[in-house]
């Protein structure tokens, strides 16, 4: 009887020494039913132990996960976008669109977009201008921008904007790191699947988070070509628009040309419309009231005179 309890013993105790060494379990919940598959979890993994169903399980970024994101973003090299507008005189827009393209591939850049276009000089006269986006490296922008303004007559506006985007990438390099983990999980998990209704169900998490995946990807690539090649936008203004303005042989330059521009263009402009309201609008307005003024006027004037006949009918009869 003794050797028997002691066998026993040792059968169960072996048992428990077994049942300690089994791999670790993922439990979800699968048509009303949970689960568990036993499967070496690679790290880092995403925990999805709190999650109640499988088709409720969306990836949560842990608060130490978003903390060391932060601690991470003050120490690795700052991911800044710079881009630049200018507007400036040339002597040439055709020629200068031409060479600032050409300036952009060699520096290692490309051109976005070119548009030549028709202006006006003050006197009315034709100018073309022109208007060119480029990416050059973001290593080159200054010297870019130094030799389109060396190159130009006059240089009207300037301005360089700067965006630093080191967190969000550190975020997103966060997410995409949890999500992938995720991705092998459920990779995992669908291989131990047996049912349909299983497979069904892990597949489409799967399917979404590699769709998450994909769209943070997306956006890392998104900043790490903007970081890498900045944008320049240049507007190319004709030389002879801002030619000064010589009133008694004085040259008016600068604000002061621009204000009497402004109200020489304002006369332009309304003698023009004096000149077609003489010429256009008053004949129209002349044949207007001769097709429906001229028969109305009629109209009244014999209702008037039919009146004016039956009141003088009507006064002998009275006297009488």
Request: glycine letters at 6%; proline letters at 4%.
């Amino acid at each position: 009887m003794k050797r028997k309890l002691s066998l026993i013993l040792l059968v169960t105790f072996l048992l428990t020494a077994c049942g300690a060494k089994a791999e670790p379990s993922l439990p979800y919940a699968v048509g009303g039913r949970e689960e568990s598959y036993a499967f070496e979890a690679p790290a880092p993994m995403v925990d999805y132990g709190a999650m109640p169903t499988m088709v409720a399980m969306d990836v949560v970024v842990a608060e130490s996960d978003v903390a060391n994101s932060k601690s991470v973003a003050n120490t690795v090299e700052r991911m800044v976008i710079r881009n630049a507008d200018l507007s400036v005189v040339v002597k040439d827009p055709e020629k200068s669109m031409e060479e600032i393209g050409k300036m952009a591939e060699a520096m290692g850049g490309y051109v976005i977009s070119s548009n030549l276009y028709q202006s006006y000089t003050p006197s009315g006269n034709p100018v073309p201008e022109a208007s060119v986006s480029v990416r050059v490296p973001a290593e080159k922008l200054d010297e870019a921008l130094k030799k389109i303004k060396d190159s130009a007559v006059e240089v009207q506006n300037e301005t360089v904007s700067g965006q630093d985007v080191t967190s969000q990438y550190v975020d997103l390099e966060s997410q995409l790191k949890n999500l992938e983990a995720a991705e092998a999980q459920l990779v995992e998990i669908m291989s131990k699947a047996v049912t349909t209704e299983d497979v069904m169900n892990v597949f489409n998490q799967l399917t979404s988070i590699r769709g998450q995946i994909e769209v943070i990807k997306g956006q890392m690539k998104y900043f790490e070509e903007s970081a890498a090649l900045s944008a320049v936008t240049v507007r190319l203004v004709a030389e002879e628009v801002i030619q000064p303005i010589e009133v008694g042989g004085w040259q008016i330059k600068g604000w002061a040309r621009d204000a009497v521009q402004s109200l020489l263009t304002f006369l332009q402009d309304f003698t023009r419309f004096l000149i077609g309201l003489v010429i256009s609008g008053l004949p129209k307005l002349l044949i207007i009231a001769i097709v429906f003024g001229l028969p109305i006027w009629l109209i009244v004037r014999a209702v008037r005179n039919a009146r004016k006949r039956k009141a003088a009918a009507q006064a002998p009869k009275q006297e009488n």
